[in-house]
């Protein structure tokens, strides 16, 4: 059984950072591209950032490029998203996710809370 569990959010101010992370269990996860992707009050799954499976290839959505950094620890079966430049609009839960997905993802996690706001 897949098992993403996600932590690290929280409530920081407009320009703050965080450190996102996702525990990965029951399949290989060195095997595996993943993806973060949010979903704000209101709105549909947004595809936020992917690695592949090796680590050396990641992909951003505009909104995360240049302020967000996505990696992987193989040894850990950790994904990681890092939050930088936080901004209001960036408030939403996130999700980590096995495999790439945008709008729907097969297997994805409980998701952390990030709240940016003053």
């Known amino acids: 059984e897949v098992l993403l569990v996600e932590s690290g959010g929280g409530l920081v101010q407009p320009g703050g950072s965080l450190r996102l992370s996702c525990v990965a269990s029951?399949?290989?996860?060195?095997?595996?591209?993943m993806t973060w992707v949010r979903q704000a009050p209101g709105k549909g799954l947004e595809w936020v950032a992917s690695?592949?499976?090796?680590?050396?290839?990641?992909y951003y959505a505009a909104a995360a490029k240049g302020r967000f950094t996505i990696s992987r620890d193989n040894y850990e079966n950790t994904l990681y998203l890092q939050l930088d430049s936080l901004k209001t609009e960036d408030t939403a839960m996130y999700y980590c996710?096995?495999?790439?997905?945008?709008?729907?993802?097969?297997?994805r996690g409980q998701g952390t809370q990030v709240t940016v706001s003053s």
């Open positions: 996710a096995k495999d790439v997905c945008t709008t729907f993802c097969t297997d």
């Open positions: 029951g399949f290989t996860f060195s095997d595996h591209p």
């Open positions: 690695i592949y499976a090796d680590g050396d290839s990641t």
